[in-house]
């Protein structure tokens, strides 16, 4: 297994994406040079506004009615992580490549293993979150 640091973007750690067929992923945008370096191996790699992004799936579903479990998802610390990542996050994240043959064709993929948060910008952010505490200066001013 291997680690690819990046800003995250479309990510569904927790939750799969059920679109289509029910996949946890993140579009993870890595420097160019990265992302040339997957693309000649064959994963996939997409272009977004935000720069070039190594795409890295895990599916819900397997052969034989097998359910693969989510990502890990940890903080900075290594501690379990409960959070919604929203676009933007920097996050670290731990994948195994794979490669298939199928009717004669080869396909290559990254597995989701686990993502490491590092910087945070949660989705949906509890009510009240984004105050700033008041410190003795602002209390004066009042």
Same mark, same amino acid.
């Given at each position: 297994?291997?680690?690819?640091?990046?800003?995250?973007?479309?990510?569904?750690?927790?939750?799969?994406?059920?679109?289509?067929?029910?996949?946890?992923?993140?579009?993870?945008?890595?420097?160019?040079?990265?992302?040339?370096?997957?693309?000649?191996? &064959?994963?996939? /790699? *997409?272009?977004?506004?935000?720069?070039?992004?190594?795409?890295? =799936?895990? $599916?819900?579903?397997?052969?034989?009615?097998?359910?693969?479990?989510?990502?890990?998802?940890?903080?900075?610390?290594?501690?379990?992580?409960?959070?919604?990542?929203?676009? &933007?996050?920097? /996050? *670290?994240?731990?994948?195994?490549?794979?490669?298939?043959?199928? =009717?004669? $064709?080869?396909?290559?993929?990254?597995?989701?293993?686990?993502?490491?948060?590092?910087?945070?910008?949660?989705?949906?952010?509890?009510?009240?979150?984004?105050?700033?505490?008041?410190?003795?200066?602002?209390?004066?001013?009042?």
């Amino acid at each position: 297994m291997a680690i690819l640091q990046g800003t995250a973007y479309w990510v569904s750690a927790t939750t799969p994406n059920t679109t289509f067929e029910p996949v946890y992923s993140v579009n993870l945008v890595v420097d160019e040079d990265t992302a040339q370096d997957f693309q000649a191996r &064959g994963f996939p /790699v *997409k272009m977004m506004d935000e720069g070039v992004a190594v795409v890295i =799936k895990r $599916k819900v579903n397997g052969p034989n009615g097998m359910v693969r479990p989510a990502p890990r998802l940890v903080d900075a610390y290594k501690n379990p992580l409960d959070a919604r990542v929203g676009n &933007g996050s920097e /996050v *670290k994240v731990q994948y195994k490549e794979w490669q298939s043959e199928w =009717k004669g $064709k080869m396909f290559f993929g990254l597995d989701f293993q686990a993502m490491q948060v590092l910087n945070l910008i949660e989705i949906g952010s509890p009510d009240g979150s984004e105050f700033d505490a008041m410190d003795s200066e602002m209390e004066d001013e009042l």
